[in-house]
């Protein structure tokens, strides 16, 4: 077998000594690496006749797809809701610290804002491929304004808005052009919401169900008009009702489109969701769950005041409110812990914690071909963890992009 590098051949990596998630399981095998994608070793041997170029020691650890965060407000000081002239820099500030934390996409998520913050911030966050500057952006969030005045959690009440008679236009006149728009969230029981769920759906735009007083017909008739999401499930809703379990009722609905699976986010930080509360909804619906951090511009400073968005927020321990208020105020808490709570809380396996940090928000966007796995021709983006699930190392497209202290010696 030829293993020297061809001047004309990329170099291939071999990862040993380590167990892969794959197909939902842990398995001892090595990881094969070209191009930034994941290489299936039999037709390596026994196509093109080669063998590694490079070998690394895992030192026993995990490898598993890296993490895909689908709501994540700011971090670090940084607030992608702020309409300045250095959106792009901060959103690749987060990117790049986000990386220790074994993200390796996300969605930058903007809360409720006036119209002019959109028109600003929107076209300087484009789509981006990942690598050593930092994390993959697959397309922005925005959660509101087009929700509930009763649930709107942290989002200020004078820029909500509801859907007026022209409805698809006036989505279009308050974010402008959608072309760096992965996910919206809206509430369905606003007028003329079907339409709008129909326009974006038909657009290749998620649309999520959040901050939201619908019962649970409503929300099936979202669902049956292109909707696949739920935002932060519990949390801002109708709480659970025997008699009209609302929007938490769509984990169990008989009423879904043949074939369409939901997606629900859940803030696993031990603050938004009791871990009774995180299990009945594990339980229920494991294959949905998706893991998300909505951390909001204190993550990673510490206590004090802070921005998210229009408000200003006021950090206390674990714990973000509304300046002034007990009202939750997204989360602090980065997405390896998150991993690590809901393992923790739920009991769940170490292959079911990964992937609902990975493969099911991956399959929620449509990706999961290429993000959220290591299945032969996937992006070769994944994180080196141990038996804790603290990254040790994380990687983008077959590179070392970042690496924790011990893991350097």
Not at 77 to 103: K, M, N, P, W, Y
Not at 152 to 178: K, Q
Not at 357 to 366: E, F, I, T, V, Y
């Amino acid at each position: 077998m030829r293993n020297g590098q061809g001047a004309a051949r990329a170099p291939v990596l071999q990862f040993t000594n380590c167990r892969i998630l794959r197909g939902r399981k842990l398995l001892r095998e090595d990881l094969w690496v070209r191009e930034g994608r994941i290489l299936d070793p039999e037709k390596l041997f026994f196509e093109e006749r080669l063998v590694a170029d490079q070998q690394r020691d895992c030192g026993g650890c995990i490898l598993a797809p890296g993490f895909i965060d689908v709501q994540i407000n700011g971090g670090f000081g940084i607030d992608f809701s702020q309409a300045t002239e250095e959106v792009g820099s901060g959103v690749a500030l987060v990117a790049q610290r986000i990386l220790s934390h074994g993200v390796t996409s996300f969605c930058p998520t903007l809360v409720t804002s006036p119209p002019e913050v959109y028109h600003k911030v929107l076209p300087q966050i484009p789509v981006k491929s990942g690598g050593p500057h930092g994390a993959g952006v697959l397309g922005v969030h925005l959660e509101g304004p087009f929700i509930s005045r009763e649930k709107r959690g942290a989002h200020p009440e004078a820029h909500l808005r509801s859907f007026e008679a022209n409805a698809f236009h006036d989505v279009l006149a308050t974010y402008g052009p959608l072309d760096n728009v992965r996910i919206v969230t809206l509430a369905p029981e606003l007028g003329r919401s079907h339409e709008v769920i129909q326009a974006l759906t038909a657009r290749g735009i998620c649309v999520s169900l959040g901050h939201s007083v619908a019962d649970l017909q409503a929300a099936e008739e979202a669902v049956q008009s292109g909707a696949t999401f739920i935002t932060h499930l519990f949390n801002a809703m109708l709480p659970f009702h025997h008699r009209d379990p609302g929007i938490v009722g769509l984990l169990t609905s008989d009423r879904l489109p043949p074939g369409r699976q939901i997606f629900y986010g859940m803030i696993s930080d031990g603050m938004h969701t009791n871990p009774a509360a995180l299990r009945i909804a594990h339980r229920a619906h494991p294959q949905g769950l998706v893991l998300v951090t909505d951390a909001i511009p204190a993550l990673g400073l510490g206590n004090g005041r802070h921005t998210l968005g229009q408000q200003e927020v006021e950090v206390d321990g674990l714990t973000a409110y509304v300046a002034g208020t007990k009202t939750l105020s997204g989360s602090i808490t980065p997405m390896d812990v998150c991993v690590r709570h809901f393992l923790q809380a739920t009991g769940c396996s170490v292959e079911s914690a990964l992937e609902a940090a990975s493969l099911h928000p991956a399959q929620l966007l449509g990706l999961e071909k290429r993000k959220g796995t290591l299945d032969f021709g996937a992006d070769a983006d994944f994180v080196m963890l141990d038996d804790s699930l603290h990254i040790q190392a994380t990687y983008i497209s077959g590179e070392l992009v970042w690496q924790a202290e011990e893991a350097r010696q």
